[in-house]
Nanobody, 116 residues
Framework: QVQFVESGGGLVQPGGSLRLSCEAS????????MAWYRQPPEKEREVVAT?????????YYRDSVKGRFTISRDNTKNAVYLQMNDLRSSDTAVYFC????????WGQGTRVTVSS
């Protein structure tokens, strides 16, 4: 069964940093491009960033997070990470990980609240 367990969210002031982690299981992790998604309050879920299967592949970042967020993965741990720096109130959302071209199963997500 496909599972995702996200962690690392919390309340942070504008300009602060957080590092999100995701543990995935139930599929061939190393064969899939992985992604972080987020769902801001009262909005649709959106892709934040993607990390390719291999480091030489193409990464993607949505424009609003370029230069502030860094996505990475550890195939030995079936884990995906999102380092978020210089956080803004507009980054407030529940963050999820999944494959790029997501599975129908989603984790609980981890809530990030950026507020002074």
């Amino acid at each position: 069964q496909v599972q995702f367990v996200e962690s690392g969210g919390g309340l942070v002031q504008p300009g602060g940093s957080l590092r999100l982690s995701c543990e995935a299981s139930g599929f061939d992790f190393s064969s899939r491009t992985m992604a972080w998604y987020r769902q801001p309050p009262e909005k649709e879920r959106e892709v934040v960033a993607t990390v390719p299967r291999h480091p030489t592949g193409e990464f993607y970042y949505r424009d609003s997070v370029k230069g502030r967020f860094t996505i990475s993965r550890d195939n030995t741990k079936n884990a995906v990470y999102l380092q978020m720096n210089d956080l803004r109130s507009s980054d407030t959302a529940v963050y999820f990980c999944n494959a790029d071209g997501p599975f129908g199963f989603w984790g609980q997500g981890t809530r990030v609240t950026v507020s002074s």
